[in-house]
Antibody, heavy 114, light 110 residues
Framework: EVQLLESGGGLVQPGGSLRLSCGAS????????MNWVRQAPGKGLEWVSG????????YYADSVRGRFTISRDSSKNTLYLQMIRLRDDDTAVYYC???????WGQGTLLTVSS | QSVLTQPPSASGTPGQTITISCSGS????????VNWYQQVPGMAPRLLMSSNSQRPSGVPDRFSGSKSGTSASLAISGLQSEDEADYYCATWDVSLDGWVFGGGTKLTVL
C-alpha cells in the first residue's frame, strides 16, 4: 500500500522560508514521479510542482516559479519542497502526490502570517 | 479562475443519479485523460476515477466516468448521504506543462 506522509508545515512570517518533506513507502520511489498540490482555506485544489523520475525534470505553477524548488532524495524515499519569499497567499494545506496524482498524503498546513 | 470548468454545486435526493461536468480545452482534456477526486471537509482528496473511467479498488460501481472531446463527466447513481462532498476533476495541460484542476463541485444530498 502506498503511503505518503508530509511534514514541516507551520507558521512563517511573510518573506520567510520553509522546507516541506514527504516520506514515501509502499512504492518504488526512485521510479515514481512526484508532485505537490496545495489547497488554500476554503478554496479548491492547486497543483504546485512536479518532478519526473526518469530525468529529474521539474515543473512549477506560475504562482510559485522562482520561489519554490522541488527535489527528491531517493536514498531516503523523501520528496522536498523548499519555499522562499513566502507570501500570505501561500497559506494552504500542502499535499504530496504520486505521479498521475493517484495517491495522496494527508497534508501539512503552512500558514504565512505576521 | 480555474482552467477546467465545473458547476459550483449539484444536488440530488437519495437514490437519484446525478452528473457533474468538467469542461476544458484541446490542450488538457482534449489530449489527456481525466481524474476525479472526492473530498470530504477536513480530509485529503480521494481518487475516485483515473484515466477517464477507471475506478480504483474500493470505489463503488455507483461511480462512473466518461470523456468526450474536451469535456468529461462523473456520474453517481443510487445517490447516498455519504456521497455529500466536494468533487474535483483534474488532468495534465500540455501547454501549461502542469496539472490543472476544476474549481470543484459541492454535492448536497437532500
Amino acid at each position: 500500500e502506498v503511503q505518503l506522509l508530509e511534514s514541516g508545515g507551520g507558521l512563517v512570517q511573510p518573506g520567510g522560508s520553509l522546507r516541506l518533506s514527504c516520506g514515501a513507502s509502499g512504492l518504488s520511489f526512485s521510479n515514481s514521479g512526484m508532485n505537490w498540490v496545495r489547497q488554500a482555506p476554503g478554496k479548491g485544489l492547486e497543483w504546485v510542482s512536479g518532478i519526473r523520475s526518469v530525468d529529474g525534470t521539474t515543473y512549477y505553477a506560475d504562482s510559485v516559479r522562482g520561489r519554490f524548488t522541488i527535489s527528491r532524495d531517493s536514498s531516503k524515499n523523501t520528496l522536498y519542497l523548499q519555499m522562499i519569499r513566502l507570501r500570505d497567499d501561500d497559506t494552504a494545506v500542502y499535499y504530496c502526490a504520486k505521479s498521475g496524482l493517484l495517491n495522496w498524503g494527508q497534508g501539512t498546513l503552512l500558514t504565512v502570517s505576521s | 479562475q480555474s482552467v477546467l470548468t465545473q458547476p459550483p454545486s449539484a444536488s440530488g435526493t437519495p437514490g437519484q443519479t446525478i452528473t457533474i461536468s468538467c469542461s476544458g480545452s484541446t490542450s488538457n482534456i482534449g489530449s489527456k485523460t481525466v481524474n476525479w477526486y472526492q473530498q470530504v471537509p477536513g480530509m485529503a482528496p480521494r481518487l475516485l476515477m483515473s484515466s477517464n473511467s477507471q475506478r480504483p479498488s474500493g470505489v463503488p460501481d455507483r461511480f462512473s466516468g466518461s470523456k468526450s472531446g474536451t469535456s468529461a463527466s462523473l456520474a453517481i447513481s443510487g445517490l447516498q448521504s455519504e456521497d455529500e462532498a466536494d468533487y474535483y476533476c483534474a488532468t495534465w495541460d500540455v501547454s501549461l506543462d502542469g496539472w490543472v484542476f476544476g474549481g470543484g463541485t459541492k454535492l448536497t444530498v437532500l
